[in-house]
């Protein structure tokens, strides 16, 4: 198995978090977005898009988080990341896309530039859009936490794609110093989730790649 990935990025950390938790070795390949290295052809020849994460695994190769991690729950089902009911895959799906979807399309690092680059925003305007972006989605993701279905994690005691996927979105949410005093719940279940090995393994200044 081979994960290209920044160590920064948040989509590639969920898959990190998910390939510990399931105990899967795998080669960590370095793709750096601040040197262009996904922009290179040998690259863009592997994942059209140039984004990270892409993972291989033997004669399967994928792209997307969100994919990366379906594909490892088919496919390696034990320490499953997904409820056994319908209700509670859905839940967790649901939890898991207002990260994937709805937050880190906009705040992630090729926005940021384009905002700066391209339409001239200031750094405190561009903070401003940051900020603005994770508490929107943040307040959604705490409500639904208050809805008696959570409980250690973002579903009942069990780690879940929603806890994999909001722990990066909180680290970097931290890296641009935005208020998150008013979720509680999220910060509980961050906490608890930092505690055990395979998200410890998995954060930003653990990789061999982290400058």
């Not at 859905?90 to 898991?96: D, G, H, N, T």
């Not at 399309?105 to 305007?125: A, C, F």
């Not at 653990?206 to 400058?211: K, W």
């Given at each position: 198995?081979?994960?290209?990935?920044?160590?920064?990025?948040?989509?590639?950390y969920?898959?990190?978090?998910?390939?510990?938790?399931?105990?899967?070795?795998?080669?960590?390949?370095?793709?750096?977005?601040?040197?262009?290295?996904?922009?290179?052809n040998?690259?863009?020849?592997?994942?059209?898009?140039?984004?990270?994460?892409?993972?291989?695994?033997?004669?399967?190769?994928?792209?997307?988080?969100?994919?990366?991690?379906?594909?490892?729950?088919?496919n390696?089902?034990?320490?499953?990341?997904?409820?056994?009911?319908?209700?509670?895959?859905?839940?967790?799906?649901?939890?898991?896309?207002i990260?994937?979807?709805?937050?880190?399309?906009?705040?992630?690092?090729?926005?940021?530039?384009?905002?700066?680059?391209?339409?001239?925003?200031?750094?405190?305007?561009?903070?401003?859009?940051?900020?603005?972006?994770?508490?929107?989605?943040?307040?959604?993701?705490?409500?639904?936490?208050s809805?008696?279905n959570?409980?250690?994690?973002?579903?009942?005691?069990?780690?879940?794609?929603?806890?994999?996927?909001?722990v990066?979105?909180?680290?970097?949410?931290?890296r641009?110093?935005?208020?998150?005093?008013?979720?509680?719940?999220?910060?509980?279940?961050?906490?608890?989730?930092?505690?055990?090995?395979?998200?410890?393994q998995?954060?930003?200044e653990?990789?061999?790649?982290?400058?």
């Open positions: 198995m081979e994960l290209y990935g920044y160590f920064r990025s948040s989509a590639a969920r898959v990190r978090i998910a390939l510990n938790l399931k105990e899967l070795d795998y080669s960590l390949i370095p793709v750096s977005l601040l040197s262009g290295d996904h922009k290179k040998d690259y863009l020849q592997k994942n059209p898009q140039g984004f990270v994460p892409y993972f291989v695994d033997g004669d399967v190769a994928v792209g997307q988080s969100m994919a990366i991690l379906e594909y490892l729950e088919e390696y089902p034990s320490n499953a990341l997904l409820p056994t009911n319908a209700f509670g895959r859905a839940r967790v799906r649901q939890l898991s896309h990260i994937a979807c709805d937050i880190h399309p906009l705040d992630n690092l090729r926005v940021l530039k384009y905002i700066t680059g391209e339409l001239g925003l200031s750094e405190d305007q561009k903070t401003a859009w940051y900020h603005h972006w994770i508490i929107e989605g943040f307040k959604a993701f705490e409500i639904l936490l809805d008696g959570s409980g250690k994690f973002c579903h009942g005691d069990q780690v879940t794609f929603a806890d994999v996927c909001l990066p979105q909180v680290y970097n949410a931290r641009f110093n935005c208020p998150l005093e008013a979720f509680p719940n999220i910060i509980r279940i961050v906490e608890n989730c930092n505690k055990l090995n395979s998200f410890m998995a954060m930003p653990n990789q061999t790649d982290a400058t």
